[in-house]
């Protein structure tokens, strides 16, 4: 099973940016079609953006949409998020996953420690 591990959070003003990276451990990663979720206090963990294994397909949320940018290199076992123009609302843990696309469901029950983004106003 692939193990991830979240990085790059922190607190941002709004209209800063951010680049999250997720680490997989195995020889799997690059079979897998992967995606960002987050999770704001009191609410559901939600779809962020999702990109299939070859690249070649990339999805996003409406509310990320022309902000985000999801990548992967699959050379490095690493999973990307770039996150432009942050906004309040973008504040919330991160978690990537394995996903089936294009509907955005996670493909794992089990989850990583996530890594926080706070964007003040």
């Known amino acids: 099973q692939v193990q991830l591990v979240e990085s790059g959070g922190g607190l941002v003003r709004a209209g800063g940016s951010l680049r999250l990276s997720c680490a997989a451990s195995?020889?799997?990663?690059?079979?897998?079609?992967m995606g960002w979720f987050r999770q704001a206090p009191g609410k559901e963990r939600e779809f962020v953006a999702g990109?299939?294994?070859?690249?070649?397909?990339?999805y996003y949320a409406d509310s990320v949409k022309g902000r985000f940018t999801i990548s992967r290199a699959n050379a490095k076992n690493t999973l990307y998020l770039q996150m432009n123009s942050l906004k309040p609302e973008d504040t919330a843990a991160y978690y990537c996953?394995?996903?089936?696309?294009?509907?955005?469901?996670?493909?794992?029950?089990?989850w990583g420690q996530g890594t926080q983004v706070t964007v003040s106003s």
């Open positions: 996953n394995a996903v089936y696309l294009p509907i955005g469901k996670p493909r794992n029950n089990s």
């Open positions: 990109i299939n294994w070859s690249s070649s397909e990339t």
């Open positions: 195995g020889r799997t990663f690059s079979s897998y079609n």
